[in-house]
């Protein structure tokens, strides 16, 4: 068959039915026996760039923090460091009030008008502690068999914390200790939970 028979055959058209598009045939041109019954789902084009994450006015490293979610809601813990995806690198300190260093959400935390001076802080520390991949939990050997089957009334194992992050915890919280303890009632304030009763009326609070 010639490239000139070719061009003269009248061609099919594409339709929109709904979200979809058939393939319609010329009424020269034998049709499909079937269509498919659903119209094949096409991914959204997404226009939004990724941007990076803008911390509010209020989140300066230094600030004391009330955490709103979380195992240790309710605690009051110093920010350290913001981190890429609007997340906060912050520590308690340890001694005070048992929060270790860790990363938090920005939307769960309420930033306090109390601010610590990081004078003296350990910073390549804390970048090391700011690196990706540093909180990433170990995984842990999965006992099999009959191992596993015997062990199963026993009481789980104490989680270990690593060596290395603890050395870490205490260079940070040496030089935070030091300045915590010369401002008045500092101390007692971090240990403090922040909680709200029947009756308070938190927009009204000064924070």
Known sequence: M???QDSERPKSTTKKFGKGEREV???TQK???FYPAEDESKPKKVRKSIKPARPRASLVPGT???LLAGR???????????????VLLITGPFKVNGVPLRRVNARYV???SVKVDLKGIDEKTVEKVGEEGYFTREKAQQKVGEEAFFKQGEKPEKKKVASARASDQKAVDKALLANIKKESMLLEYLRSS???RNGDRPHEMKW
């Open 2 to 4: 010639s490239e000139k």
């Open 25 to 27: 045939p010329h009424h």
């Open 31 to 33: 049709a499909k026996k």
């Open 64 to 66: 004391v923090l009330i």
């Open 72 to 86: 240790f809601r309710g605690k009051r813990v110093i920010l350290l460091k913001h981190l890429p995806q609007g």
């Open 110 to 112: 309420i930033a306090t």
């Open 194 to 196: 922040f909680s709200l």
